[in-house]
């Protein structure tokens, strides 16, 4: 995520939400509104390590004991700086991200539901080359397949004072549905956070969002952007997905998120670092494939890489 041009931004959508134009122009969707406001309390979902189901080495520690909720939690209490998580999913999806080393728990998902992960804890060696701490298999039986989805993890963190919650709480008074809750997070967001060019030229390998840090500075890199949607999602009850992958050899960054009475929203909304279009949610509501490929391709092209 190094340049403007190659930072694109995906917010998928499923829902009849409002037109907007390449030009950013907005058309509010009518909302009934017979109903009382929705609660917009927000709700902060704790990760606990509390060592009932552990993996250990002599550095490391991989907490398992709540996988059933959607998370594993690791703690590297070694002197070397660069240790990568892989984990190895069911259906055969790997990751090895930078582990953020500071001698506390960092908070993993498990974003591939039910079955068999491997998780491999590697120490840098020298260059490129890592020694393996760690590997250990453990099968996963999700009590909610949502909860994945709204817990903070290292790439989506907050605790119940972040700013980052109150102001999703704020965009969320007087909404009476997710739709809008949604709608009022992604018009925020386009209107108050600028991309941060020097940011994205200088940013590295294991490079972790502040969410916080995103809101007061009022900028970032695309990673910053999904990362504050995310958690404002998340913590408005919205269950929602961060994603990580390529189109062709274009980085991009993808937001799903589910909303009860429609499923998993399948609407695209695009960030190039400049500008921002949302599809026609007509081709939404039709759920027509046919028009989703004319507006953004068949989607051969694009690989997930991380999902978080």
Partial sequence: MKKK???????????CMVFL???????????EKKAPPRDNTPVVLTPEASGRTVFQSEQVTVDISNSDAGYFMVKYTGSVAKVRVQLIAPD???SQPLLSIDGNYKVFPLTSGNGTYQVNILENTTGNSYAVLLSETFDVQLTNEFTPFLYPNQYVDYTLDAATVQKGADLAADTYSDLEV???IYNYVIKNISYDEKKAESVKDGYLPLVDETLSSGKGIC????????AMMRTQRIPTKLE?????????AWISAYVTEIGWIDNIIEFDGSSWTMMDPTLAASNSKESVKKYVGDGSNYTLQYSY
């Fill in 223 to 230: 990673f910053d952007y999904a990362s504050l949607m995310t």
């Fill in 182 to 184: 949604i709608q009022n």
């Fill in 244 to 252: 990580i992958g390529y189109s062709g050899e274009v980085k991009h």
């Fill in 92 to 94: 055969g999806t790997k």
């Fill in 21 to 31: 134009s390449a030009c950013g122009k907005e058309t509010a969707a009518p909302t």
């Fill in 5 to 15: 041009k190659t930072c694109i931004l995906f917010l998928i959508f499923s829902v």
